[in-house]
């Protein structure tokens, strides 16, 4: 079988960018085959701009207050991916619901990440709403974007215990650290090959029989 060529990523980012970082880390250290041709930001002001740019990766801005109405904005940055022939677009804190124009542009091709384990908790205030709710046990997602909010087939997730002790940017942080190792993951699985959705479902093909330890919170005697 042909070795399969490096995954085209467009990453769409708003903020300062951590999880581009894990995704490009993770292709500089030959986990993933993978290249990102474009990075784009809805603002200029995004810190992950010049994360992307210290690795040589190009940047555009585009301001969704330029644009009428949603669909014009995604029109735009469908526009500028699809001109640097991305395969696979990666929202990588972007923080702009997607409409029916670039989800048909790039059908069953656009991956999120949520901080919290889906679909409890959907939004922006995952880790907040998991302490509020007093679950014992949070995490994050992955997921194929649909129209909705967080509301995708789920690829994969991570666990992590709620302690007695945390905030909600105390416990952010511990989940953003799974985050950052799920993403590019997903990623890989994705660039291999190996997802395939079913309905609601992602189904992996040649995942671990084997299952993981269960995680107990608080843990048992």
């Known amino acids: 079988m042909a070795e399969r060529p490096p995954l085209k990523l467009g990453v769409l980012i708003s903020g300062r960018g951590s999880n581009l970082q894990a995704i490009i880390d993770s292709i500089e250290r ?7 041709p474009i990075v784009i930001s809805n603002r200029a002001d995004a810190r992950g701009l010049a994360r992307a740019e210290k690795h040589g990766i190009e940047t555009t801005v585009i301001d969704h207050r330029k644009f009428a109405t949603r669909e014009d904005f995604d029109r735009a940055v469908a526009a500028a991916l699809k001109a640097k022939s991305v395969e696979l677009v990666i929202c990588a804190g972007f923080m702009r619901l997607l409409s029916h124009v670039i989800l048909e542009a790039f059908p069953n091709r656009i991956l999120n990440t949520h901080n919290a384990l889906l679909p409890a908790f959907p939004g922006i205030h995952g880790p907040r709403d998991a302490i509020e709710h007093g679950v014992k046990i949070a995490g994050c997602t992955v997921f194929f974007v649909t129209e909705g909010i967080d509301t995708g087939p789920i690829v994969i997730q991570a666990a992590v215990p709620v302690l007695p002790s945390d905030d909600e940017e105390t416990l952010a942080a511990r989940i953003v650290e799974q985050e950052h190792r799920i993403y590019p993951y997903a990623i ?8 395939e959705i079913s309905g609601r479902k992602v189904i992996v093909r040649d995942a671990p029989s084997d299952p993981p330890a269960p995680i107990v919170n608080p843990p048992l005697p």
Do not use: P, S, V
């Open 30 to 36: 030959g986990e993933l085959k993978a290249e990102i």
């Open 188 to 195: 890989r699985l994705y660039q291999e090959g190996r997802l």
